[in-house]
T-cell receptor, first 112, second 113 residues
Framework: ETGVTQSPTHLIKTRGQQVTLRCSSQ?????VSWYQQALGQGPQFIFQ???????GRGNFPPRFSGLQFPNYSSELNVNALELDDSALYLC???????????FGDGTRLSIL | GESVGLHLPTLSVQEGDNSIINCAYS??????FIWYKQESGKGPQFIID?????DKRQGQRVTVLLNKTVKHLSLQIAATQPGDSAVYFC????????????FGKGTMLLVSP
């Protein structure tokens, strides 16, 4: 059984640019959640997708957006990157919205 | 505001000791709690979970205790091993039409041989 995979593993961008991060959910999982983890902090919820629809959102601005595809893989898009966006971005999938979430190893995003 | 937090940022133990990591939560509406282990360069790894209708749940070498009266959660690791060294997070799950995990800041567990 393949777990949650994320790409790329590392990425360097400059302020004002746009970025797309990708996530493949664990087999059989229809729910994907995205989290931002700053250094030394716990992950912070960005949003959740369930069956291709946004199913909830945390306290992040609209320049953070996402998509979920028919195969339940997902993308996180961030526009107008800011220095504070530097973080580890984690994707987690689950069998359903209220089931245990299983995380990928994240994408480390650095903004210069 | 409502939050999930940990009492101890760093816990150092000897190999073979039992470890206890504590967590306080403030949202009485939370009904599901999870402990995750995060090793350097990796994502959080699910360890054990507990629902609010339970007080205790045991796994392999791990036990989670939930005290709803004082809103306290703990993770007990028996016979701690060097491979247990990591950051441990407790997370609460709040159901508001969707499910979101709210994490505390984490406790670093250091196990000496």
């Amino acid at each position: 059984e393949t777990g949650v995979t994320q790409s790329p593993t590392h990425l360097i961008k400059t302020r004002g640019q746009q970025v797309t991060l990708r996530c493949s959910s664990q087999s059989g999982h229809n729910t994907v959640s995205w989290y931002q983890q700053a250094l030394g902090q716990g992950p912070q919820f960005i949003f959740q997708y369930y069956r291709e629809e946004e199913n909830g959102r945390g306290n992040f601005p609209p320049r953070f957006s996402g998509l979920q595809f028919p195969n339940y893989s997902s993308e996180l898009n961030v526009n107008a990157l800011e220095l504070d966006d530097s973080a580890l971005y984690l994707c987690a999938s689950s069998l359903a919205p209220n089931q245990p979430q299983h995380f990928g190893d994240g994408t480390r995003l650095s903004i210069l | 505001g409502e939050s999930v937090g940990l009492h101890l940022p760093t816990l150092s133990v000897q190999e073979g000791d039992n470890s206890i990591i504590n967590c306080a939560y403030s949202n009485s509406a939370s009904d599901y709690f999870i402990w995750y282990k995060q090793e350097s360069g990796k994502g959080p790894q699910f360890i054990i979970d507990i629902r609010s209708n339970m007080d205790k749940r045991q796994g392999q070498r791990v036990t989670v205790l939930l005290n709803k009266t004082v809103k306290h959660l703990s993770l007990q690791i028996a016979a701690t091993q060097p491979g247990d060294s990591a950051v441990y997070f407790c997370a609460e799950n709040r159901h508001s039409g969707y499910s979101t995990l709210t994490f505390g800041k984490g406790t670093m567990l250091l196990v000496s041989p």
